[in-house]
Structure formats: C-alpha cells, structure tokens
C-alpha cells in the first residue's frame, strides 16, 4: 500500500468502515467561525462552562494541563521567523483561535477507543459515551488538536459545592473520575431541537439548534449549522469560502485562493467539521 | 415567558438536584456480550406494531409517604394514566401530578378517608408529599417518556389512547393491580436494547447517553 | 489484520471474560454499581403550577444581568424550578451576546459563599442576629440619626431603587449618596461634558471607517462592552474598518487592533497631538475648526518632539495619521490608561480635538437619546466619589454609613487609609450577598438577594438610541428565605422611618405601583402593560436627545515626570475576567484564562522582554514591585504587550475575605497606589503610581495555560490583508 493510497483512500475508508459507519448522514453538523470577528473574549468558554457541566479544577490541576476546558481560546503572537512582527512590540495584537472538538469524520480517536465509547453519530458527531468509557486515553493522546479532556480525579464535590450543584444541566451527565470528555458540539441541544420539531410534526430548520458558544458570541462571530442543509447559513458560509468536507486540501479554483476558508491541521486528513476564518489585519 | 408569583412555588428541586449527578465509570465487562439474548416475545393484541420488551423483575416495597391506591384510580374507576401523569406525551418525564390536580377531586371525594385526609393537610400546609422513586435509571440514562408514547400511542395506527397503560405496562408492570407501584420490570440496558432492536429503535447510543 | 480470526471486540470479550473472571456476567443486563436501588432518591412535585410549566422542558424568561453597570438583558432558562442558563435578550441592547461575566453571573446567584442570615457586630466579631433584631439594631442606631449625618456608599443605581433611595435620604435629611465604580469612565465624562455638553454622547462604531482608541478597551472594559462588540462585529464586515490602539499594556481590545502602539504611560494627549501636527502639516486637513490657542499647543508637537515624549515612533505617527485622513468618518475615543493619570483630562481633552479636527462629531460621536423618565436615570460612579467619600467621614461626618454594591475596602488605595477613616463612623451598614472586605468592617450586614431573586427595574448607563427601563423578575425562588431585595429593605426602611406613601406589603406591589404610573405615553397600548413588560424585559421609554457642541478646551500638556527613585510605571490594568475585584469569587472566572496572559488562578505582572532582560528574570520569576506606599511580589509574564517603562498588574486580585474562591488568591495592584489624583475632575489617577522593579530570587512556574506562544510554523491562524479581504469578502 503506497503512501498516496492511503492519503487518498483514508478518508473513504474511515468513512465507510463499520466503526465510523454511516453510509447517509442525516444531518451533517459543522461550525464555521470568523477570526475576523472573534476578539478573544472567551464569553463561548464560560458559556460552554454554564451549558455543559464542566468542572473547576482548580490552579493546581488546571496547570497540569488537566482543565475541562472544552472550548479553550488559543492566543498566538506573530512569530519573526514566519514573516511576523519582528519589531519591538506586538503591533499587529494576537491571534484568537477558539479551539473545541473539531468533531472530524476521520476522527483519529475513534479506531483506537478499545471500547468503541467514542463513535461517529448518524448526524456527523463525534459522540464520547461515558458509561462506556474505560478511560484508557488513547483517544487523546491521538487526537492531534488535543480537544479531549479527562478526568482524572472525582470533581462532583469540590467543583460544585452547595447550592452551586443546582445550576447543573439535567440535559446532561455529570462525568466522574476515570472518564474521557469532550465538546459535544452540545448534542443535548439537537436532542431537543430535533425533538422539537418532531413534536411540531416539521424538519428540523436552520437556526432551530444553537451551540451554547455560538449564543452567546457577542460579534456573532460562531455559526453553527447544517452541511446537508444548502440553506443554512452555515453550509452557505462554507460554499462561499470553498472549503468543503472530504478533501485533504481544498482545491479552490483561482479567485477562491484568497479566501480565508480553512480547516485546523486539514492535511492531517482528519477531516474536521469546523471552519474558521481567517484573521485580518491591515498590513 | 410571563412569570407571576405563584408560579415559583414548589419545585422539584430535591429530585433534579441530583438528576445531573455523577455517575461511575462502569465496570466494561458489562458492556460485553451481546449475543445470545435477543429472545423476541409475541405482541400482545391491545397494542399494535409493538413488539413488548421481554423481561420480568420483582422489585422491592417502597413505602410512600401516602400510600397512593394506583389500582382504585387505574383499575376501579378506570382512570387514564396519562389523566395523572399529563406530561408523558410532551416530555421527557411523565411527572407525579401536582398536588393542585389530586385536590381537584379529592375537595369533593372521599374527604373522610384517611389518606385523603392525609393529603388535605399537605395541601393545607402549601407543601407536596416527598414520594420514594421507584423507577429510577443512571444518570448517565436520558430516557423520554415522550418519544415512547408517541411512537407506541398517537403515531401508532389502530393504537387506542384509552389502552394506554397497556403501553405504560412496558416498563411500569401492571400498576393497575399495584396499589403504590412497585419496580415489576428489570430496566437494564439490555432490556432496553432488545426492545430497541425487536421495534425498530434508534441504536446511537447518543440518543439516550450524553 | 492479522491471519487469525480475531476481531478487536472478541479479542475484548476474551480479555474481559478472563481477566475479569466474570463468567456469568449477562453483559448489559447486569446490574449497574449506580444507584438505581427502589426507593433511595425522593421526587417532589409541583403544588399548582401554571400551565406552561412541564418539568423536563425549560422555559425562558426575562430579566436583567447586574454582574457589571452596563445593564445587559438576559433570558434565563428555568427548569424544574431551577435558572440554569443565561442567554443575551436579542431586543436589548446586548443582542443575542452575553459575555462571560453574564454567563458567571449564574454562580453570584449559586455561589456558596453567599450570606444567608443578618448578622451584627458583638464583641468584635460578626454573629448571626435575627431580623427582628437587625431591624430593632438598624432602628436604633440609624433611625434616630440626625439630620444629615448618614450618607449611603454604592455602586451604580438606577430605575425605581434610585427613587427609593433618594426618598430615603430625603427622610434622614441627607444628601449624601456617593457613587463609586472603581472602573469607571469619569474623566471621559467630564470632557464629554465640557467639550459636547454631554456627559455620554453616542458612540457608534459601527458607522467609523476607522477607529483610534487612546486605551479604552470597548471590547472589554469600557461602558458598554457587549454593545460594543456587537457594533465592532459590523465594523469590521464590508469595508472592515482600521482599528488603532495606543496604550501602554495591550487590552483585549489592543489585541485585536490592526496597529497596536506602545505610548508611555500618560502621553496618550501627546500622541493625539502629535497625530493632529502630522495631519495638520502633511495631510492639510483644515485647522481652522480648531481655536488658535489649540493650534498652537498642536505646532509644539511635531513627530520628534512626540516621539521623546512617548516612545512612539514618527513611523506609527504618521502611518496613524495616514488611516484616519484616508478613512472618513473615523472615531476616537479615549479610556482607562489614557484618563487614570494626573494628566488624565488633558488626555482625554486632546482626544476629543481629533474627533473636532476629523469632523466625527456628529456623526459617529453623536447626541444621545435619554431616559423618558429623569428619576429612574443610572446614577454612575466615579472614583472622585471615593475620595470625598473618604474626606468626609475623616472629618467625622457621618454617625450611620450605608454600602451596598461596592468594595472600597478592597479598590480603594491603601494610601487612603479608609479603614482608619472608616473607624471613625459609629455604625456602618452593609447591604450585600458576600462578606466581602468592606462587608467584614460592617457593624451590621443584611444580606441581599441575588439579581434574579428579586423583582426590580433598573436602567442601563449607556444606552444612546434607545432608552429603556429594564425589568428583572425571579428566575426563581430564593435560595435562603432570610435574604431580601434592596428594594424591600430601602421599602422597609422607609416604612419604620414613618414616611408616608410607602404603605405597600412588598417592593413587587411598590413597582407594580410604580410602573402602572408612568405616563401614558410609556406604556402604550398594552393590554396587560405590567405582564407585556416584565414578559419582554424593558420597557421602551426615549426622549429625544439634542445634537453637540464643539467647545474644546485647553490642550496644553502636562510634562511626566521622570521618576526619581521610581523609574517604572504601575498599569493597574482592569480585564473582564475580574472587572474590579467583583469576579474573583466565581470559579468560572478564576477558571478562565486571562485572554492576553493565559493566566489562571492568580495574579501576574506584565514586563517587556527589554525589562525584563535588564532585571535578569525568566516566566515565573518574582519581582518587587515598590512604590512609596510599600511593595508587592508578583510573578512575571513577559511579552512585547506592554511599554518598556510600564510594569502592568491586572486588578481584581488579592481579596483578604470574599469567600473561599477569592481569598488569598494573587495580589492586589491597587494596595500599592499613591494618592494621585486628576485635578480637573478630582478623579484618582489610579495609573499615576511611579514605582521599582527588583528580581527577588523566588521563583514559582506562572499557573497559565499551556501551548506555545507562538504557532511555531503550524499553520493554525493565517493573516490575510484587509486589501484582499475588502476585494473577496468587501460591500
């Protein structure tokens, strides 16, 4: 098997293989977020925070990289090197890069979970059960945008004393020592949504679903969508930024060069469902 | 989205204040295995398109705090489940009535028998009984009434809502002979699985773990 | 795989039924180690509900957050009787965004910390008293007070609690009422008021082509940031808009900036002059709407002279000048590190010139819409409050002080000496949900309900298009039935002075009172107009606003001195994540990495790589920071974010009390401050303190989260060229 077999097939493969196996998506969920309007802010952190039970870990443990953090906000400083600033401040600010779960559909943890508690969903999710997790952490220690956190001590008690415990979603599981977790891309809200309609008798439109980060985005700056759906705003973002799902690297036509569509590590063939934007500064 | 004053009056604070709690990690043994089991029982005649979940269990006496005469309701006067349990069909739970729908009736009916006397003082006293869960699952279990019910009573063609608890019966036993119910089913993930299986069911695990 | 027959799921059976020695297991249906036992956990229903309440199926309702003045109007999901999640009210002036001191707004409400009885001082401690005896204690030591010898201390108040309070003071034939917020834009408003005739005009950054910001952080920290926020987000579509940022230590604001510029701390006025020379002499914008005297003062400040001045090079001068000429109408504002120092006015004052040399006054720097109703209007803080505040009880002013919303003790300059001063009050009141520092010093503490406990109005400070009332109703049931609203307790406190006109049972009956009052105009043609208010969370109440005035003021430049024994800067720099101290007893806060830093769970100090090089210390290396008040240790991050002269220590750190989240976590910049203050507003100069740095030789790794500094060649976030954006993505 060549080298160019198997970047060429990988994704296939991962695809149609019986642990990521779906061969029709129903829904095809993705995010697509401009860095030309994310300031940093973190509100999508804490909101995450609120939403889906993250636990505080503390100074102590969260410097030890063991924070729940599940949408982290990566700030980088432009680099001499790479033809950055070289001056004596940082003139051009920072690089925000708010990073969660990238819910790839060639995930890279998913074949090495030896218990099958992280699968890809038929709405295009990357799921993590927790009832079935072991808590070998192979899965994050293959995923190469390390989005996955585990516990690694029992936090029920001291991350949520009384009555701080009584802001905990019901929607959700609180996890417990010996547990991988991760962004959800917050499922319990498509439960709900999808519910929703049901109920209502109609699909599921664009807009029905939103992520916890995406709604409290202040510039608006996270979209959260539907691929499958052409008209949804998100899948309308993708289309005009020519980043499409599958490929390895994006074949954008001459014009569509310049535009600022592009997936964290693509190369890696992980095929990750959220977009980003590129940042814009005037010289 | 307009609240007014009694509308924060009890809640069910002390039942979801754990709702959310930790669960253990599960020994992943129990994971295994899942050949072998997929025993298939016959339909019954009161509910149709439904293969019934297969598996029996004999649960423990829970004492309650009143000891609430489901088969007087259910049996003798033939009341609908979901008359009590109203919110089944629209969410996840199907909820204990409030103490608000018991009055209702119970203002007027058999004032002089002692549980309802029993009753009359909690509700004199603006306060509602704290009942024993019988039917409890993980937390890491979502389960929802309202899926279950729609799909086996109102999406279910030739399906009458009067024999609703035959569908109820499922999971809860026959509480029509119960007087407090009592856990007559196993409600393991096998049991649930089987059905899921026999019936067509979602089997994402993300549908009922998250 | 291999040429045996094992798939990765039989070879697991194998190990599981093995090793485990579980033979009989019947896989899924063994009994969990989870308690699902009969009869071990309790359910409670509802007694009566109304009929949209279905336990499992949350609704949404409306209210307004108070975590920070800006006055935001949220949508809380409410559960089983529980709020869980706060969400931005989509027709408040936030929009759908809640930023993240809202979304932690939730564990103020939740948080353990909370006081949940009345307490008063007895031999020296605080004890737990009744309310029958707090009231009797409050009776008798505030009841018979003289006229004029109470004053209440708060933070911000607005909408019907302002009318309350007033009438409360009015009883006690007091007119003191001090209003402090330790971040505040008071010197701001002092020009806005000389120079426009408006205290707070309308900012609108969303119709600027470009942006310099003298320091103030619009995304952060500043007025109204989520508002903000949603009009950077339209700024920089279409023709995306330049936004430029000098200060001394990069804000969340400086870190998005297309051109952030290093200034000197205090010589934002100098760069602003030395921007209007270079346009004035190389652009020929026209001088002629300026007075001769402040043309002048502009002619003095050619680049070289502004570039000893300030450190910013004639370059990033002219390149500034260069995007404001090029890209009408532009916008300049000015904030914190630019109004915090002696010079502060004068900074400020030559900020406003730009804005009169563009000609962006009156047209993204506007006349603001105001409140229909005056009374009900936000009472806004300054720190010149704190001061006069300070004076006052020094001279024995007062025998009853009441606080609520504010921690002096905490913000205030150890300089001061408030706590010395403090003493000299017989009978201090605190109303608040936390023993905060101030709170600790209280000879009384009744403690308050938490903002989505309680019925009220309030008014946003800032709110410049369309003005509204907003209304807070409960989210849900109080936590500790010993709390009580401010408004019941001023209520209450105007029922035992024997006032008349205040015979209502509660503040709900007092608002609803209130409101059903207002004039018909107001309320419109609601059928229910209490039940269509409360239900949207405003109530839209807008009188016209006028247009500005040009009438600037004197420009001329204050020199800054060069330091004696002190040659750095202290940048008492304000963030989001602690504001001015308020947060630090949220663990979603002290969770969240500082946006510039990375730091978590502590304070750090900001020194540029060339100071730090001069010191000899490395990341986590400890420095003295002392000024003439005494010194602080604080561990060091370095980068290119902050000026070379300037040592910047974030506040909202270093509590003494405030609950076991922010007690003895990091320290406290502003217990080092002199007592500098700006003479024209009588605001203190909080970014004035002078001070040395020393390598103390202790060492400790700064708790930040990890990951480079750098993408280190990974191609994570590209920068692509406004020039490129404008062409694919550009209007």
Known sequence: MSLKNVLENWSDYRKTHEQGGHHEYEHMWTLAIDLNKCTGCNACSVACYAENNLATVGKEKLHKGQGMHWLRMERYWDEPQMGGDDAEYHERGASFLPMMCQHCNAATCEPVCPVAATYHTPDGLNAQVYNRCIGSRYCSNNCPYRLRYFNFYSYYDTSWPEPLNQQLNPDISVRDKGVMEKCTFCVQRIRTGKDQAASEGRELRDGDVVTACAQSCPTQAIVFGDMLDEESEAAKLWAKQQVELGPYEQKKDKEGSELRGYRVLEALNTDPCVMYLDRVREA | MFVSNNFLSEGCVKCVGKTAKRFVSMVFAALLGFGGLMFVGAAQAEVPNVVPPEGSYSGEDVPQPIEFPHDIHADVNEINCMYCHTYARRSKVSGIPPTSKCMGCHTVIATDKPRIKKLTEYWENKESPEWNKVHDLPDFVHFTHEKHIQRFVFKNEGMDVENVSEVCAFCHGDVKSMTVAKKMKPLTMGFCVRCHEANDGPSDCWKCHK | ?731
């Not at chain 3, 948080?111 to 001082?121: E, K, L, V």
């Not at chain 3, 009231?135 to 609690?161: C, I, M, Y």
């Not at chain 3, 100069?685 to 400790?700: D, L, Q």
């Open chain 3, 1 to 731: 795989m291999s040429g045996n027959d094992i798939n990765r799921r039989n070879f697991l059976k194998f190990m599981g039924l093995g090793g485990v020695g579980a033979a009989t297991l019947t896989g899924c249906d063994m009994p969990t180690t989870v308690t699902i036992e009969e009869g071990k956990e309790k359910v409670v229903s509802y007694l009566a509900p109304e009929e949209y309440v279905i336990p499992g199926i949350g609704n949404w309702f409306a209210s307004t957050c108070q975590q920070c003045p800006s006055g935001c109007g949220v949508h809380g999901r409410v559960r089983e009787g529980r709020v869980l999640k706060l969400e931005g009210n989509p027709e408040t002036l936030n929009g759908n965004g809640l930023c993240m001191m809202g979304q932690a707004s939730l564990q103020t409400h939740y948080n353990p910390d909370r006081i949940t009885q009345p307490m008063a001082r007895k031999g020296g401690s605080l004890v737990p008293v009744s309310w029958d005896e707090a009231w009797k204690l409050l009776q008798e030591n505030a009841g018979k007070v003289d006229a004029g010898r109470s004053a209440w201390f708060t933070g911000t108040v607005s909408g019907h609690q302002a009318v309350l309070l007033k009438a409360l003071n009015k009883a006690w034939g007091s007119q003191d009422h001090y209003v402090y917020e330790a971040i505040n834009n008071a010197v701001g408003e002092a020009v806005n008021e000389a120079v426009l005739g408006e205290a707070v005009p309308a900012y609108h950054l969303n119709k600027a082509k470009a942006i310099l910001s003298f320091g103030a952080d619009f995304l952060g920290t500043w007025v109204s940031p989520v508002h903000f926020a949603k009009q950077y987000a339209e700024f920089r579509t279409g023709d995306r808009g330049i936004l430029m940022q000098v200060e001394p230590k990069m804000s969340l604001t400086g870190a998005n900036a297309d051109m952030w510029v290093a200034a000197r701390p205090g010589t934002e006025g100098v760069v602003a002059l030395g921007i209007a020379n270079v346009l004035i002499s190389k652009h020929q914008v026209s001088g002629s709407v300026l007075p001769q005297a402040a043309l002048d003062v502009i002619a003095q400040y050619d680049v070289n002279k502004v570039t000893e001045v300030s450190g910013v090079s004639g370059d990033q001068l002219v390149r500034m000048a260069n995007y404001l000429r090029g890209n009408s109408p532009s916008l300049v504002l000015s904030g914190e590190s630019a109004h915090n120092h002696e010079n502060g006015y004068q900074n400020a004052m030559a900020a406003m010139m730009l804005n009169i040399l563009l000609g962006n006054v009156g047209k993204t720097i506007d006349g603001s819409n105001k409140l229909a109703v005056e009374e009900l209007q936000a009472k806004t803080g300054s720190s010149a409050a704190l001061l006069k505040f300070a004076e006052a009880v020094d001279a024995g002013k007062y025998d009853v002080v009441f606080f609520k919303g504010t921690n002096p003790l905490f913000t205030a300059p150890v300089a001061m000496d408030l706590a010395g001063k403090l003493a000299k009050v017989p009978f201090k009141v605190s109303l608040s949900m936390f023993l905060d520092d101030t709170t600790m010093q209280a000879d009384l503490v009744l403690p308050l309900s938490s903002p989505y406990e309680e019925w009220n109005t309030s008014v946003a400070p800032y709110q410049p298009v369309e003005a509204a009332i907003s209304m807070s109703q409960p989210l849900m049931n109080p936590l500790s039935s010993e709390t009580r609203s401010f408004g019941d307790l001023l209520l209450g406190m105007l029922k035992h002075h024997g006032v008349d006109g205040y015979d209502f049972p509660s503040y709900y009956a007092y608002l609803q009172d209130a409101m059903d009052k207002l004039p018909a105009s107001i309320k419109g043609s609601a059928v229910d107009f209490w039940a269509d208010s409360v239900q949207k969370g405003y109530v839209k109440a807008t009188a016209e606003g006028g247009s500005l005035t040009t009438k600037l003021g004197d420009l001329s430049q204050k020199a800054v001195d060069v330091g004696g024994d002190f040659p750095m800067h202290l940048v008492p720099s304000s963030n989001q994540t602690m504001w001015d101290g308020r947060n630090a007893n949220l663990p979603w806060m002290q969770e969240q990495p500082d946006q510039i830093s990375k730091v978590f769970w502590d304070s750090w100090a900001e020194i540029h790589p060339k100071t730090a090089a001069k010191l000899g210390v490395h990341e986590g290396d400890y420095i003295r920071i002392k000024s003439d008040q005494g010194s602080i240790d604080v561990k060091v991050y370095i980068y290119k974010g902050v000026h070379v002269d300037a040592v910047a220590v974030p506040m909202g750190r270093g509590h003494k009390e405030y609950g076991r989240y922010a007690k003895g976590n990091g320290v406290n910049p502003l217990s080092i401050l002199s007592e500098v203050i700006e003479p024209t507003s009588g605001e203190l100069a909080t970014h004035g303190t002078r001070v040395s740095i020393t390598k103390t030789g202790e060492h400790e790794e700064l708790p930040r989260l990890g990951g480079s500094e750098t993408q280190v060649g990974r191609r994570l976030v590209s920068t692509v060229s406004a020039e490129v954006f404008r062409r694919t993505e550009g209007a």
